[in-house]
């Protein structure tokens, strides 16, 4: 959480409190001066309170689809830009479904965090939307022993009470640690049950240069903040140890040697089935986890929602699980997944394959009417020129200032690569989705993208 950001109404509130407090003291005193009752004053007649009526509109109906020439012609010119490098894209109606214009669409290609639109709609599509992860601790058998066990929650924080947490309503470990302390246990070890996940902590196509970069954390099914060593800064480096850490930081909390906490062999723990619960936290609603992840492309947050999906649909909570998961739950839903090639839920390895028929697909059929359980997904795409990831894009030139606040999309970026698929309301009314990927791209590539994506805002393209 970012506390400028919701204070800021409190700020607004207390000022107006003040202002009318000010002013009846001022009535008051202009009464008392001039000794003359309520009804000798001179007051003027208070003006009609101020009403609202706000409302979402809906697109008409009515409003002409662009024509496939118009679009080829108005996009020619953005499309020549060779800072685009190696570019495919498609255009859909929204309305119909009906494609308007593609270039290489079928061409499997770097997506980089537009990955994360197909995460999203997996656990649209399979989770529910309220789920909560809960993080345990529990008695080992072993006289002061005591087992924190992750579930997938990356959101835990070791924040003291009353400070901001990174996330929004994370759980903490100070509520953890006074649960431990209310059972009775008293404490001499931590350890920390990492059963949850399976395989390697890295993916395929991950630069380990990555985690002291801030992009990713290895793996784990708990962390704290992410894996970020340093919760204040969007620059924070990710930690090589973020189970260990968060067991460090329950034995702080705990008064226990941090040193001397050790993490149980993956494979299974057999030996916790009857351990007794003592305390339990947990995350924030899927709701909520969506939302940092698709407005901030969180790729840890990405990885672990991955990892719901799958246990969801009974595979391993791995790379490996957590990417078939998320494809046979779009297969399932009629999204074409033809040249789909994933080794993550993030984007952020650079073997990852999509099509952009692909990504428009998952697009279209959130702002469709067939899957109205995708539909939550059309608000999780950052705005351009407004939140999350585009708020600082399309404010730079006209072209960009005309798309600002008419144009959607999930980004993606990597090294020679630019990415975005979304939807955007053109001039006429009309809602289009659109899936643009640039693989090695020129030093201006994603201006060059975003050019191009602007052109549909304003182009007419009826022609």
Known sequence: MRPTQWRRSTHVALGVAVLMLVAVLVAAAALLTTG??????????????????????????????????????????????????????????????????SHGAELPMQPASTNKALTAAAALLTLDRDARLTTRVLSSGQPGVVVLVGAGDQTLSAAPRGEDTWYRDAARIVDLADQVRRSGVTVKAVQVDLSAYSGPTMAPGWD?????GGDIAPMEPVMLDGGRTQPVSVESRRSRTPALDAGRALAVALRVDPAKVTVLPSGGTGALDDAEEIAAVQSPPLMQRLRDMMNFSDNVMAESIGREVAAELNRPQSFDGATRAVLSALEDADIDTEGARLFDSSGLSVDDRLTADTLDDVVSAAAGDARPDLRPLVDLLPIAGGSGTLSNRYLDTDEGRAAAGYLRAKTGSLT????????????????????????????????????????????????
Do not use: H, Y
């Open 36 to 101: 003359d009752t309520p009804d000798q004053q001179a007051v003027e007649p208070a003006p009609p309170p101020a009403t609202a009526q706000p409302a979402v509109v809906p697109v008409a109906d009515s409003a002409e689809a662009p024509t496939t020439d118009g679009l080829t012609a108005a996009l020619g010119p953005v499309l020549a830009d060779p800072n685009l490098g190696k570019f495919t894209g498609r255009i859909t109606d929204a309305l119909t479904g009906t494609e308007l214009w």
């Open 208 to 212: 380990p240069l990555d985690i002291d």
């Open 416 to 463: 020679g690569t630019n990415s975005l698929a979304g939807m955007v309301t053109d001039e006429s009314g009309r809602v289009l989705t659109f899936a643009l990927l640039s693989n090695d791209a020129g030093p201006s590539g994603r201006t060059a993208l975003d050019a191009f994506a602007a052109t549909l805002r304003s182009c007419g393209c009826r022609t």
